[in-house]
């Protein structure tokens, strides 16, 4: 069964630091990777995703993702970190399951930069 | 384009009575779901449909839950009767074609239930 793991429930930055927000993954197959963003009392927003292709995806916000298919892993980076980038952080991994593609998420890193 | 939209963002009800919640998807998405957010489980997905027709329900926790789709544009998801133990928020999200071919997915603001 396909899975995704965020091992860190917290992860604490100052701001103008780099940061990494962890994710692994188990699947079966070639994975679509996502990370998705959630602020205080809003819907998830989509960030980046990784298909195929440049191991290394760009994304909205400066954040960046780096696919390591070797470490199974898909950490999210941004090398200048904002106050305004406190948020929920989701990993997700997608496999087709008939005609659709569904996602599962990880548990998410909440993430706090501060001033 | 609005996004997708939700509603009521807020429902507090006491146990035992109907909840309805509701979803616009993105116009010209042909696939929506519906997902359950809590701090013990996460995000959860509950059901999803493709052109208006239920795929796969098996996330639905029991019987009170039921989604229906009658056409493009509206669907609801439905709790009776409501128990304490629904509270969460509910997230509706719709894909398109490029969505069903990536996974990617458009989310509603959510609506936060609280069941006393």
């Known amino acids: 069964a396909q899975s995704v793991a965020q091992p860190e429930d917290q992860v604490n930055v100052a701001e103008g630091n780099p940061l990494t927000v962890k994710c692994t993954y188990s699947v079966s197959g070639n994975p679509y990777l996502f990370w998705y963003v959630q602020y205080p009392n809003r819907g998830l927003q989509f960030l980046l995703k990784y298909i195929t292709g440049d191991n290394l995806v760009k994304g909205s916000y400066g954040f960046e993702a780096e696919f390591n298919k070797s470490q199974t892993s898909f950490h999210l980076k941004k090398p200048s970190a904002l106050v305004s980038d406190s948020a929920l952080y989701f990993c997700a991994v997608s496999l087709l399951r008939g005609s659709a593609r569904q996602l599962t998420f990880g548990s998410g890193t909440q993430l706090t930069v501060l001033p | 384009d609005a996004g997708v939209i939700q509603s009521p963002r807020h429902e507090v009800t006491e146990m035992g009575q109907e909840v309805t919640l509701r979803c616009k998807p993105i116009s010209g998405h042909d696939y929506l779901f519906w997902y359950r957010q809590t701090m013990m489980r996460g995000l959860e997905l509950l059901i999803y449909f493709n052109n208006n027709v239920p795929i796969d329900d098996s996330g639905m926790p029991e019987d009170r839950f039921s989604a229906k789709m009658p056409n493009a544009s509206f669907s609801t998801l439905k709790i009776q009767p409501s128990e304490p133990r629904d509270s969460a928020v509910y997230f509706c999200?719709?894909?398109?074609?490029?969505?069903?071919?990536?996974?990617?997915?458009?989310f509603g603001e959510g609506s936060r239930l609280t069941v006393l």
């Open positions: 999200a719709s894909s398109g074609y490029r969505g069903r071919r990536t996974g990617e997915l458009f």
